[in-house]
């Protein structure tokens, strides 16, 4: 059985960064891992979407309604993606907000205040946060807000069978002090969240 989710975000953010900490603790755990390569624009403003899966799976293409998790870089690319969500999912969206560059759009570019109740109504559990603020006032690195979204996740139930894993695979990724600051202030947010 595998734990199957997706990560989205935009181009500049790091996607690549996040599954490199994943792909590690389930090394380091012994748990088979499997991910699509990052898709879309690597430039500044482009969409981005990475699917994974941990443990046993056929592929890591999460279909339509049934990811397990969402972990959304910025709020308008959560909501794209949130598609792949299953009712029961868990959805950790930063509130970021980084309009599409071009084509110019005359509409005002969604903020978290209306994207919220979207997300709502695709999952049962959304946290919305500012992650970055979360990450500074637990004393780590603002722009290792990745890895706290990464710690906060590795809470999940689903994620159980890598739980061992984390630390050596932290390490064997090399992860920095910031990164592994985030991380553990991450994973006591998600105990606190209940996650």
Not at 110 to 136: M, N, Q, W, Y
Request: with cysteine; charged share 20%.
């Amino acid at each position: 059985m595998s734990f199957d989710f997706v990560i989205a975000g935009v181009g500049g953010q790091p996607v690549d960064r996040m599954i490199e900490l994943l792909a590690a603790a389930c090394e380091e755990a012994g748990q088979p891992f499997s991910t699509t390569a990052p898709r879309g624009v690597l430039l500044l403003g482009g969409s981005r979407l990475a699917q994974l899966s941990v443990g046993e799976a056929w592929s890591p293409v999460v279909t339509e309604d049934t990811g397990e998790l969402l972990v959304g870089l910025e709020v308008g690319e959560a909501l794209r993606a949130a598609k792949y969500c299953a009712h029961d999912a868990i959805m950790l969206v930063d509130t970021l907000v980084l309009p599409p560059v071009s084509p110019r759009d005359p509409r005002p570019y969604p903020g978290p205040a209306e994207i919220e109740p979207a997300l709502k109504e695709v999952a049962r559990t959304v946290h919305l946060a500012d992650f970055a603020s979360l990450c500074a006032k637990a004393g780590a690195p603002a722009d290792c807000a990745y890895a706290f979204l990464i710690g906060a996740a590795s809470r999940l139930r689903g994620l159980d069978s890598i739980r061992d894993g984390w630390k050596a695979g932290l390490k064997a990724a090399n992860a920095t002090e910031g990164e592994s600051e985030a991380f553990a202030a991450g994973a006591s947010w998600g105990e606190q969240a209940k996650l």
